[in-house]
């Protein structure tokens, strides 16, 4: 169970960051309190079915969004920065995501490194 438990709480940290809540204001917004939120975040409380609805109304975001992960890989740091990147862009409609990635294509294209 352990595993599941912090593979929850690293998707449970994904998403807040990715809202760009802090856990004081996730806390706040689902009714859960701080230090429980924080133990949850670090695999080590375990949630019941009530907290989970809470933390997902806190967060806006569908149930199945919280279990979008193996409890038994890591997430990498680059694995959560394209989680982050991505959760940023689903909030956006379609016309502002092709703009967001139009621009990060050009920032890639500037700053690779050109042949010699």
């Not at 809202?19 to 706040?28: C, D, N, P, T, V």
Request: hydrophobic share 35%; charged share 35%.
């Amino acid at each position: 169970m352990e595993d599941i438990n912090k593979g929850f709480g690293r998707r449970l940290r994904e998403l807040r960051e990715s809202a760009g809540l802090s856990q004081k204001e996730l806390s706040e917004r689902a009714g859960i309190n701080l230090k429980f939120l924080g133990s949850i975040e670090r695999g080590r409380g375990n949630v019941t079915l009530i907290s989970v609805e809470k933390l997902r109304s806190g967060l806006g975001v569908k149930l199945h969004e919280l279990f979008r992960f193996d409890p038994k890989e890591p997430l990498s740091e680059e694995r959560v920065d394209q989680a982050i990147f991505g959760n940023l862009l689903a909030q956006f409609d379609r016309d502002t995501r092709t703009r967001v990635l139009g621009l990060v294509k050009d920032i890639h294209r500037l700053t690779r490194p050109r042949p010699r």
